[in-house]
């Protein structure tokens, strides 16, 4: 009898990563937002690689008044339908809507939202990896015992490296660059 095979899980944060971030002005609506150059292809390679996709993403604007949860949904709602449309998949998309100062439990870097992911699907985090593009997104996946993979299409620059208070498991140029290595890296 033939052992069944696990899942193979990877974390992704949102702005950034996906889309481009537009940083304080937050991606309000679908009119601001813009897939980042490769995104949609390495969205399509995971689900073709057989990884499933989890969005974990702080959305303060929420908080902030500057958008809604309907706004956010619909933007969500767009986002995969792209996704699905370019052959990718996004199996679930999870959103901590506060500020820092509201201390949540959900709020990256703290690891609520992993552990929902984690319920839902009946995953162990042993062989997940959690791609984002800041330091915030790093020690969530190092929290969880996630491989980790910064890229450079957001917030974080090579030039800070210095700075860092944890150190991604692997650096590349966005998320197109990852998933190649991923593949080729399981």
């Not at 696990?6 to 974390?11: G, I, L, M, T, Y």
């Not at 370019?86 to 500020?99: F, N, T």
């Not at 995953?123 to 015992?145: E, L």
Request: charged share 35%; net charge positive.
């Amino acid at each position: 009898m033939k052992k069944a095979r696990r899942a193979k899980f990877v974390f992704l944060d949102r702005d950034g990563v996906i889309n481009v971030d537009t940083g304080m002005n937050y991606v309000k609506d679908w009119k601001k937002f813009r897939f980042l150059p490769g995104s949609l292809s390495a969205l399509r390679l995971l689900k073709e690689g057989g990884y499933k996709t989890v969005v974990i993403s702080n959305q303060a604007g929420i908080a902030k008044g500057l958008y809604t949860r309907g706004d956010l949904r619909g933007i969500t709602r767009r986002m995969k339908e792209k996704i699905r449309a370019s052959g990718g998949r996004l199996d679930a998309v999870y959103y901590c809507p506060h500020e820092r100062a509201d201390g949540c439990s959900c709020r990256k870097p703290k690891t609520a939202l992993f552990r929902k992911a984690r319920r839902r699907f009946g995953m162990t985090f042993k062989n997940t990896v959690m791609i984002g593009d800041s330091m915030r997104d790093i020690a969530a996946g190092k929290a969880v015992h996630s491989r980790t993979i910064l890229v450079l299409s957001g917030k974080e620059k090579l030039s800070r490296r210095r700075d860092w208070e944890v150190r991604p498991d692997f650096v590349k140029k966005n998320l197109l660059d990852a998933v190649r290595w991923l593949l080729r890296h399981p």
